[in-house]
C-alpha cells in the first residue's frame, strides 16, 4: 500500500466552504464507487480555513494516469468535477488546468 498527500484551496466565502463539506458528507454513489475502482483504498480530505489536504491509501499498482483516463470517460465524476470547481480555487503554484497537487513527504517517523 501506498499513501499520497494532496493539497488544494477553497475560495474564501464561508457559505462556499459549508456547501462543500456538505457535498462531503454525502458523496455521490458514483463518485465513491469510481474512487474504490481506481484502486485507492481510503480517502481523508482535511480542512483549515480554506485550504484542503487529502490523504489517499493506494494499491501499488495506483496510478495518478489511469485515475485521469478513467474520470475523463464518466460522465457522472465529470459533473462532480464541474460542480465542485464552484467551490475550488487553484494552489497558486499549480499550472493551467491542475487542481488538487501532490505533495512532497519531508518527514516519516517509522
Same mark, same amino acid.
Given at each position: 500500500?501506498?499513501?499520497?498527500?494532496? +493539497?488544494?484551496?477553497l475560495k474564501?466565502?464561508?457559505?462556499?466552504?459549508?456547501?462543500y463539506?456538505h457535498? *462531503?458528507?454525502?458523496?455521490w454513489?458514483?463518485?465513491?464507487?469510481?474512487?474504490?475502482?481506481a484502486? $485507492?483504498?481510503?480517502?481523508? $480530505?482535511?480542512?483549515l480555513?480554506?485550504?484542503l489536504?487529502?490523504?489517499? *491509501?493506494?494499491e501499488?499498482?495506483?496510478?495518478?494516469?489511469?485515475k +485521469? +483516463?478513467?474520470? +475523463?470517460?464518466?460522465p457522472?465524476?465529470q459533473?462532480?468535477?464541474?460542480l465542485m470547481?464552484?467551490?475550488?480555487?487553484?494552489?497558486?503554484?499549480?499550472k493551467?488546468g491542475?487542481k488538487?497537487?501532490?505533495?512532497?513527504e $519531508?518527514?516519516?517517523?517509522?
Amino acid at each position: 500500500m501506498k499513501t499520497y498527500a494532496l +493539497a488544494l484551496d477553497l475560495k474564501d466565502d464561508e457559505a462556499l466552504m459549508a456547501e462543500y463539506e456538505h457535498y *462531503h458528507q454525502a458523496i455521490w454513489p458514483e463518485i465513491k464507487q469510481s474512487i474504490v475502482n481506481a484502486g $485507492i483504498l481510503d480517502m481523508h $480530505i482535511y480542512r483549515l480555513g480554506s485550504r484542503l489536504f487529502m490523504t489517499m *491509501h493506494v494499491e501499488d499498482d495506483f496510478s495518478f494516469e489511469n485515475k +485521469a +483516463a478513467m474520470d +475523463a470517460g464518466n460522465p457522472k465524476v465529470q459533473e462532480w468535477e464541474e460542480l465542485m470547481w464552484k467551490y475550488q480555487q487553484p494552489l497558486p503554484q499549480a499550472k493551467d488546468g491542475e487542481k488538487w497537487l501532490l505533495m512532497k513527504e $519531508i518527514f516519516k517517523l517509522k
